[in-house]
């Protein structure tokens, strides 16, 4: 896509925040409803440190990486998008969150426990594809809103 730079960011965001809303929170969802999860989706939760609804946090940061791995896929020219954003998604923020985001709360994490680390790849590497079925379909109406 030739849009300017400012629209593909607002677009990818669009695009990382609905990723979380249908297809990350969707799949734990299935997985909670399957007893393989104990946490429900689409929590309203307070976070610390703000007591943002959890929802709420989730999809501002799903729409960050949103904006990342668009421009990512952007840069690297590959026409196995699909399988790069589910590799993206399923290996960066988690391993973001595991490095960066544990630490800075004060937890650690189980490098041991490849359950958890097998589900956390499977969720955000659903969100990395959701992600991309969102963006392309966002192209298409951004597009015929422009030859109208």
Do not use: C
Request: glycine content about 14%; overall charge positive.
């Amino acid at each position: 896509m030739n849009a300017p730079l400012p629209r593909r960011g607002a677009l990818g965001f669009i695009a990382g925040a609905l990723g979380v809303l249908i297809f990350h929170q969707g799949f734990i969802a299935i997985l909670h409803l399957a007893g393989i999860l104990p946490n429900t989706a689409w929590s309203f939760r307070p976070t610390d440190p703000l007591h943002v609804p959890q929802i709420l946090s989730l999809a501002f940061w799903g729409g960050l990486w949103g904006i990342v791995l668009i421009f990512f896929l952007e840069m690297l020219h590959s026409a196995r998008r699909l399988e790069v954003g589910f590799l993206f998604g399923g290996i960066l923020p988690p391993l973001v969150g595991m490095l960066i985001v544990a630490p800075l709360k004060g937890t650690s994490v189980d490098w041991t426990d490849w359950h958890r680390l097998g589900l956390s790849f499977l969720i955000n590497g659903i969100w990395g594809l959701g992600t991309l079925l969102a963006y392309r379909g966002e192209q298409r109406l951004v597009g015929q809103a422009q030859r109208s």
